[in-house]
């Protein structure tokens, strides 16, 4: 393994232990444990916890920014934005977990300087990306009620944490229905029919 597949493997195995301990149990020790390497194999690439952690929440975000790629952004505005929506939402296990990850990382960023940074740039760079499709359907007449689509391009950012907050004190078979239902709902108080 090269380095930087090694670092990328430790990133990966602090994303399973927050997925599955949060963000308290991704102690070095554990990170190393779940990895399957040595404690001094993980000091090597990160010197401190904080380090490592700052590092696992940016490596989450190039996850999300990967998938959010694969997004078709030819198609209706609507349509584009319920896509990369649906990426966020824990409609089944895989994006449970990752739901579950992002959650403690987004805790964890009210405390943390570092974590604030990232989370601050990201949600910047998501609002900006929401405003600009939200922008596409209005000059397309199917937002007629939005004046401010940055301000409803931060708004849409506060639904979606909110509905994965929601869905995820739910039992897993009650979420799909509920989020479905939910993220249809606010899209057509936005969108013409």
């Known amino acids: ?20 301990r949060g963000l308290e149990g991704a102690t070095m020790r554990n990170v190393a444990g779940a990895a399957g390497i040595s404690l001094a194999q993980v000091q090597y690439y990160f010197r401190s916890k904080d380090e490592l952690v700052a590092a696992a929440f940016r490596h989450v975000i190039q996850l999300f920014d ?4 694969t997004v078709d952004l030819s198609g ?14 824990p409609l089944d296990e895989p994006r449970a977990r ?12 009210t405390t943390s300087p570092t974590l604030k940074e990232i989370a601050a740039s990201t949600d910047s760079e998501l609002r900006v990306a929401f ?7 209005a000059a397309e007449g199917d937002l007629p009620d939005v004046t401010d689509t940055e301000t409803e391009a931060g708004l849409l950012l506060a639904v979606i944490d909110g509905l ?22 606010h899209l057509a108080r936005l969108f013409t029919p």
């Open 1 to 20: 393994m090269t380095g930087a597949e090694r670092g990328t493997h430790i990133l990966e195995a602090v994303v399973e232990v927050i997925a599955e």
């Open 66 to 69: 990967t998938k959010l790629a």
């Open 76 to 89: 209706p505005p609507r349509r584009v934005l319920r896509q990369a929506l649906e990426l966020w939402l």
């Open 98 to 109: 990752d739901a579950r990850v992002w959650l403690a990382f987004s805790a964890a960023a």
């Open 131 to 137: 405003a600009r499709l939200l922008d596409a359907a």
């Open 164 to 185: 994965v907050i929601q869905a995820l004190a739910l039992a897993e078979p009650l979420r799909p229905h509920f989020l479905t239902v939910s993220l249809e709902t």
